[in-house]
């Protein structure tokens, strides 16, 4: 018998297949089945209040691309990339400068981690509402200190720009957590000598970064980038829901077919759960959704994967 028969846990499979059965009955019922019944209710008419479903093909797509309907979808289509896309950007630069900087060995250093990781253990409906109360346009801490320095109240809910400028924050500093730790643990496994040798050799900060550190932490960064953007698409809903509803309607122009904050994800809510209350039209829009996701991890571990230095 070879060293790794002998030395296996689990020798059979029904073992593996028994201890497996808890995960799968989850995935399936909870993930799968759902999926799948997304797709089919996808080609139904289908309203949520009064019962009535009938079989109408691919009209929901079609609707969703090239009838009324149309501009609000699309528009929500590329407002989804532009919001998730400044998350990744902003979230993964600001994560791995604060995690260099607790990663330091100096007094109190523990709290300071944990104070940056502690707002990823709250819902987005609590920190939603603490941005809300934050930056408040009237009675908000934020608009205090800037009418106190600079005689300003922004209308943080009612401009476009400063909307999806808050609604980013509040999405980078929930997700801010689940980013440092990733990437402090991926910095305590850095070996030190090529950063010893790197100073020794007079290199600075933005050097030894760009030359030594990202290459190494480019396993964590790959991995969160598809986590973060993944988080964009759909962690963002109750974030949004809370502070802007998916308002406020953008300026004239291409921007003004619907809320300059409303994803994909929200315009599924908007229209399965208000309005016509077509469930089918929002599985359509769950599914697009969905294929969205795909095409960008396909393409993420089709090119990006390959520049992905792993330690030998």
Do not use: C
């Not at 528009?75 to 994560?95: D, E, K, N, P």
């Not at 095409?295 to 089709?302: D, K, P, S």
């Amino acid at each position: 018998m070879s060293n790794s028969k002998a030395n296996a846990v689990f020798t059979g499979r029904g073992k593996i297949t028994l201890l497996l059965l808890p995960t799968i009955i989850i995935l399936v019922v909870f993930l799968y089945y759902p999926a799948w019944h997304s797709i089919m209710l996808s080609f139904f008419r289908n309203n949520l209040f009064l019962g009535t479903q009938k079989f109408i093909g691919l009209e929901n797509y079609r609707n969703l691309f090239t009838g009324p309907l149309s501009p609000a979808f699309i528009q929500s289509l590329f407002q989804t990339l532009g919001l998730s896309l400044l998350i990744v950007i902003v979230g993964l630069s600001l994560s791995v400068f604060l995690a260099i900087l607790a990663n330091r060995n100096i007094r109190g250093a523990k709290v300071y981690r944990i104070l940056l990781i502690w707002p990823f253990a709250l819902s987005p409906a609590v920190a939603g509402t603490i941005f809300l109360f934050i930056f408040n346009p009237e009675v908000g801490i934020m608009n205090t200190l800037l009418d106190s320095l600079f005689h300003i109240k922004p209308r943080w809910l009612d401009s476009p720009v400063l909307a999806v400028t808050l609604v980013v924050m509040a999405a980078v500093w929930k997700n801010l957590g689940h980013n440092v730790v990733f990437y402090l643990a991926a910095l305590q496994n850095v070996p030190s000598e090529p950063l010893e040798a790197a100073e020794i050799d007079g290199a600075g900060p933005l050097r030894k970064f760009f030359s030594i550190l990202h290459p190494l932490l480019s396993p964590t960064t790959f991995f969160l980038l598809f986590t973060n953007l993944t988080y964009g698409f759909f962690g963002t809903f109750g974030l949004i829901d809370i502070l802007t509803s998916g308002g406020p309607v953008g300026p004239p122009g291409p921007l003004d077919n619907g809320g300059i904050t409303t994803t994909v994800m929200y315009k599924v809510f908007q229209d399965g759960f208000g309005g016509s209350s077509n469930m089918g039209l929002a599985a359509a829009e769950g599914v697009i959704l969905l294929l969205m996701v795909g095409v960008f991890a396909y393409f993420q571990f089709r090119f990006i994967g390959k520049r992905v230095h792993y330690q030998g």
